[in-house]
């Protein structure tokens, strides 16, 4: 998946830290690292958590003895669940089993060893899901677990054998002991009741949703937000269009959202495309194949249709168009995936049952109606959509080959396994991504990904690199995917004996084909893909497993632990490459002065390494806690690059987190015997569940630290890699208002982004692009106190991370104070709404936004007791507009806090407000306002509607039941389309009613 995402997402891991002091000296603006393991947060521990198999009773490991010591086999794997201690993954067995038929002899397996899978039970509450055969003969038998007849997501097993049906693996996870805990099956709510109260505080959002399948009660096992099984309803739910298909969970008892998830004879004809692409070559003629006879780019494998302009149709089958035309963006990506997809069944992959997909091209931005930076895979319904890119963040979307073949990876990945809805930026999401690098690199011969799909940059993302797991995880799922890409480009080195050959390229795709649906249903953690590839080569006799584990160990994937334990690093020989401009292998920089913080999961560590310049009389490394009260234990270690052993390793351990090394020339091991020093800050605390912890290198005698500026002194600045951060301080004073302009100059497409933080750690302002023309600019903030501040210019973030660089100017300035808190508009001065009685008019251009003008219209609705719902609808015209602001309040017009706030929307909003919502309705006088925002008037059409007891306004009883329900609101809003985007802006806005919410 290729999307922006905005860069607060990254922001809120920042955190600068340390007071700087004052005229601290110079030099060139320094780049601000942070820790690779810089997440906070429940998501990015379970990706890194150290092994539980001490948590296993003494019955389970007994039970595990017995079972190799019954199959005779000591090679054999264990891995067991944290939240149960039963095993998540059991592999490398032959073990011969009885049955009639494979699911008999699955489940005749886990009974003979139900002390070991099943805490003793009988494996009665296991259903059988189905039963898979791979083209490499191997066969797997996948089980849900039933909760008194009620599905249990989360939970499962699939049991796997070999070719001769022979049990060779069993993963997934069985939770024994289940008990609701919100209540019994006879208190649930009515389905129909359920989803109105998940989805009423999204209104015309949510409503636009409608089920296309029965709802399911079911047991929840997953909910991020409470450590318990739920009683759920499972929907089905599509919105419109291809790419809106979502499954949501709500709390079968409350409503409450816990999860909301995204999810004959053919004919040859011609066409004109870049193969690869326009960075790589110019325009080839190449043969479309599997066409049918309509004239259009349509066959058995795809259907391409265009949301902007008509597809084209070509009787003789001749599509050789201008790349500037839709008909070229159509007849490339027909071209790329039908190749894609050829060569994949032909190497194994089995994907008859899918039939043609439909395949979208010039796919508009539903938010701005402009270029769309995005394509994408959806599974459910099945499909390909692609944007064109707006030339500054993506371009060329449609009309490069790798951006194709990887989101044909993305349904190659799908059809080969059953996995169950998951999370954003999990490790099963980040596989997902790596596949679809993976498979670009498979058909297209080079580990680069989208080498013109990038302004300025010579490609996406490249699968030829050296990151490990966990030091390199950022928790986002297309650069954590990244660690497994490595993994898989090198084993297609070693395979090709230290060349990637097309026969090397071809026996990853087969590995793939065979250990991809070895791949757990639920909870996938980073060695489970090695496990599942090592299993599915076994089942072909193994020739690949050595390759598999020594390119997956170089990235720090392996089969018995999550990760290294950090006191395994004190006696480890590194093996670094030299420091030349990317610096060490595996190691962050760190810059003289710069602190950075970050979490480290249990046992997990983070490596950096500082440079020391000529003339430098001491390096000092501290560790400190950047939040109070302290959270964790560290050890923290210090040695020249090329130390030969553990007796050249500082090493300090005599508290908690605070820890400080000091390394000068009269030192055992002098600072001057090496020009690059090593840094690791590791997890050491077995009570923890991680650390927190912040660090800081300081070289005394050369060089300098972050570079103070002055007011008005304008400072030019360059990005020179993507992931670069030039820092930068000045002296503050309490209730100062300053202005910090950062804007880009030069030929280069830098989108700069401004960061301001305090000396003790905290992000307090932040811009990207409230400058115009792509420039960021912070205006008018007030400094809280009198201190020294830090400015970090780096470049936009976007879910790929950071994509731009060039040259910036820096100028810091005094500003303007934000305006008082303007005087509330007079109660007498509102329009009186009458309830379900439509209200016309016309906003001016440029009407003063929220809180900033009493000239705006503005409108009451007076709410008697009793009432239910308070529902506002607004239309507005010329359409699209999207430039009109409306919004509603309780109590008074104008307001400064949230306190008042009930809700705000734009072009067709929708607003509902009930007795549960964060500002509740009661008996009141709720305000609306608007605001146009463009430079054009716009008409508008305002209706607000309560609902009071058993009924309401019978005009939107469209079901004429008595009762104004979400089946009416369906009806009323008809079936807008709605992107995750959109959706997800609106959750932040009702995110404080306490609903739980999931991006999608």
Avoid at 230 to 254: K, P, T
Wanted: some cysteine; overall charge negative.
């Amino acid at each position: 998946m290729f999307t922006r995402l905005p860069a607060q997402g990254w922001i809120l891991t920042l955190f600068i830290i340390q007071t700087f002091p004052a005229g601290a000296v110079v030099g060139p603006p320094q780049p601000v690292s942070v820790l690779p393991n810089q997440q906070f947060g429940d998501a990015a521990l379970r990706s890194t958590s150290s092994t539980a198999a001490k948590q296993a009773s003494a019955e389970t490991l007994a039970a595990w003895e017995r079972l190799k010591a019954a199959k005779g086999n000591d090679q054999g794997l264990v891995d067991f669940s944290p939240a149960t201690g039963l095993p998540h993954t059991v592999a490398y067995l032959k073990a011969e089993v009885e049955g009639k038929s494979l699911e008999d002899k699955a489940r005749n397996f886990l009974l003979e060893n139900s002390a070991l899978f099943l805490k003793g039970k009988d494996a009665g509450d296991l259903s059988l899901e189905g039963v898979r055969r791979d083209s490499f003969g191997s066969s797997h038998v996948d089980f849900s677990q039933k909760y008194d007849g009620l599905r249990v997501y989360g939970a499962g097993l699939s049991v796997h054998f070999d070719p001769e049906e022979r049990v060779s693996m069993v993963n997934g996870d069985y939770l024994p002991d289940l008990h609701p805990a919100n209540g019994s099956p006879n208190e649930v709510l009515f389905a129909e009741e359920a989803l109105r109260k998940a989805l009423r505080p999204f209104g015309r959002l949510g409503s636009a949703y409608k089920a296309i399948e029965e709802p399911e009660l079911c047991l929840y096992s997953r909910s991020p937000a409470k450590d318990s099984n739920l009683l759920a309803y499972r929907f089905s739910l599509l919105a419109g269009g291809v790419e809106s298909h979502r499954l949501l969970f709500a709390d079968a008892i409350s409503g409450e959202i816990l999860a909301f998830f995204p999810t004959g004879a053919y004919l040859d004809g011609t066409a004109m495309v870049y193969d690869p692409n326009s960075a790589q070559s110019g325009l080839v003629q190449r043969t479309l194949t599997d066409l049918d006879d309509s004239g259009k780019l349509r066959g058995p494998l795809l259907n391409v249709i265009d949301e902007e302009n008509d597809r084209v149709v070509s009787g003789p089958r001749t599509f050789n168009f201008s790349p500037d035309t839709p008909g070229f963006r159509q007849a490339s990506v027909y071209y790329y995936l039908t190749e894609t997809r050829k060569r994949m069944r032909a190497l194994g992959f089995n994907d008859i049952a899918a039939g043609d997909i439909p395949t979208v091209v010039d796919a508009r931005d539903s938010q701005t109606g402009g270029e769309f930076n995005n394509a994408f895979y959806n599974h459910n319904p099945r499909g390909f959509v692609f944007g064109n890119g707006d030339g500054s963040v993506f371009a060329n979307l449609a009309q490069d080959f790798d951006v194709a073949s990887h989101e044909f990876g993305h349904f190659f990945d799908f059809s080969l396994t059953v996995s169950q809805p998951t999370p954003l930026h999990s490790p099963r999401r980040a596989w997902g991504e790596a596949c679809g690098d993976t498979v670009a690199a498979i058909i297209n011969g080079d580990p680069n990904v989208g080498e013109s799909s990038v302004p300025g940059k010579p490609f996406l993302r490249t699968i030829d690199n050296a990151k490990r797991f966990p030091n390199d995880l950022v928790n986002e799922e297309h650069l954590d995917g990244e660690i497994y890409g490595g993994a898989n480009w090198d084993f297609m080195k070693l395979r090709g004996g230290g060349a990637v050959n097309q026969a090397a390229r071809d026996e990853m795709a087969r590995v793939m084909i065979a250990g991809i649906p070895f791949i757990p249903m639920t909870n996938v953690q980073f060695k489970d893909i090695l496990i599942a590839f090592v299993q599915g080569d076994m089942n072909r006799g193994g020739a690949n497993v050595a390759n598999l584990r020594t390119a997956y160990g170089m990235h720090g994937i392996t089969e018995t632990s999550t990760f290294k334990q950090a006191e395994d690093r004190q006696t480890e020989r590194l093996n670094l490459a030299e420091v030349g401009e990317k610096g060490v292998a595996g190691f962050q920089e760190l810059q003289n002065g710069v602190p950075v913080v970050g979490s480290l999961a249990n046992g997990a560590f983070a490596d950096f390494f500082i440079r020391i310049p000529a003339g430098s009389t001491s390096l000092t490394v501290q560790t400190f806690a950047p939040f109070q009260p302290p959270q964790g234990d560290v050890i923290l270690r210090v040695a020249p690059r090329n130390y030969t052993g553990p007796e050249q390793i500082y090493t300090s351990d005599l508290s908690f987190i605070d820890e400080q090394i000091v390394v000068t020339n009269a030192s055992p091991v002098p600072l001057s015997q090496d020009d690059v020093w090593l840094i690791e800050a590791a997890d050491f605390a077995p009570d923890f569940q991680f650390s927190t912890v912040g660090l800081v290198a300081t070289v005394a005698g050369a060089g300098g630290q972050v570079q103070q500026i002055q007011f008005n002194q304008l400072v030019n600045g360059t990005i020179s890699t993507t992931t670069e951060r030039d820092a930068y301080f000045f002296s503050g004073s309490a209730g100062q208002a300053v202005d910090i302009a950062v804007n880009r100059t030069g030929a280069m497409t830098l989108d700069p982004l401004v960061l301001l933080g305090n000396s003790v750690g905290q992000l307090i302002a932040f811009d990207d692009n409230s400058g115009g023309s792509q420039n960021a600019l912070i205006s008018g903030f007030t400094l809280p106190a009198n201190d020294n501040y830090l400015i970090v210019v780096q470049a936009a973030v976007t879910a790929l991370g950071p994509v731009t660089q060039g040259d910036y100017s820096l100028l810091l300035t005094p500003g303007t104070a934000a305006p008082p808190t303007p005087t509330p508009i007079p109660s007498d001065g509102a329009t009186v709404l009458t309830s379900g009685v439509p209200v016309n008019g016309t906003i001016p251009a440029g009407n003063p936004q929220a809180g900033q003008g009493a000239s705006s219209p503005h409108f009451k609705i007076t709410i008697p007791a009793g009432a239910k719902e308070l529902f506002v609808r607004v239309h507005e015209t010329p359409t699209p507009g999207g430039k009109l602001v409306v919004q509603v309040r309780k109590g008074q017009p104008i307001g400064q806090t949230l306190d008042d706030f009930v809700g705000l929307g734009g072009r067709r909003s929708h607003v509902l407000v009930t007795p549960d919502s964060r500002v509740p309705l009661s008996p009141s006088d709720f305000f609306i306002q608007f605001f146009n925002l463009d430079g054009i008037p716009h008409d508008f059409q305002l209706l607000a509607v309560i609902e009071v007891g058993g009924g309401g306004n019978s005009e939107f009883d469209l079901e004429d039941d008595g009762v104004i329900n979400a089946k009416d609101l369906l009806l009323l809003l008809g079936n807008p389309p709605m992107d995750p985007q959109t959706y997800f802006t609106f959750a932040r806005v009702w995110g404080a009613t306490g609903v739980k919410v999931e991006s999608p």
